[in-house]
Nanobody, 118 residues
Framework: VQLQASGGGLVQAGGSLRLSCAAS????????IGWFRQAPGKERESLAS????????SYADAVKGRFTISRDSAKNTVDLQMNSLRPDDTAVYYC????????????WGQGTQVTVSS
């Protein structure tokens, strides 16, 4: 099982991007899906997560009000809508899953690069 992030690119400050996390091969109701990012020289940062069965979501303070996480049951994807992007949002963005009742994320895939120019 692997999750694949896509949708990254180059955008000017103030612009928007929509990332998508595609997944297959497991029962989504048993998991939450999280979005993360890692900038060069920095630790990986948790951004947002969503419980697949309930849709309950949470956000890091750094992106609250700018980013929105959502799920699409028809496509089996979890999207991250990113608005009002800033240069410090530049990073590689990843998604991963966490089984309900467990503390760690798993099934990390290749990330997608987001670059925000000033």
């Amino acid at each position: 099982v692997q999750l694949q992030a896509s949708g990254g690119g180059l955008v000017q400050a103030g612009g928007s991007l929509r990332l998508s996390c595609a997944a297959s091969g497991f029962t989504f109701d048993d998991y939450s899906i999280g979005w993360f990012r890692q900038a060069p020289g920095k630790e990986r940062e948790s951004l947002a997560s969503i419980y697949w069965n309930s849709g309950y979501s949470s956000y890091a303070d750094a992106v609250k009000g700018r980013f929105t996480i959502s799920r699409d049951s028809a496509k089996n994807t979890v999207d991250l809508q990113m608005n009002s992007l800033r240069p410090d949002d530049t990073a590689v963005y990843y998604c991963a899953r966490r089984r309900l009742g467990r503390s760690s994320y798993e099934s990390w895939g290749q990330g997608t690069q987001v670059t925000v120019s000033s």
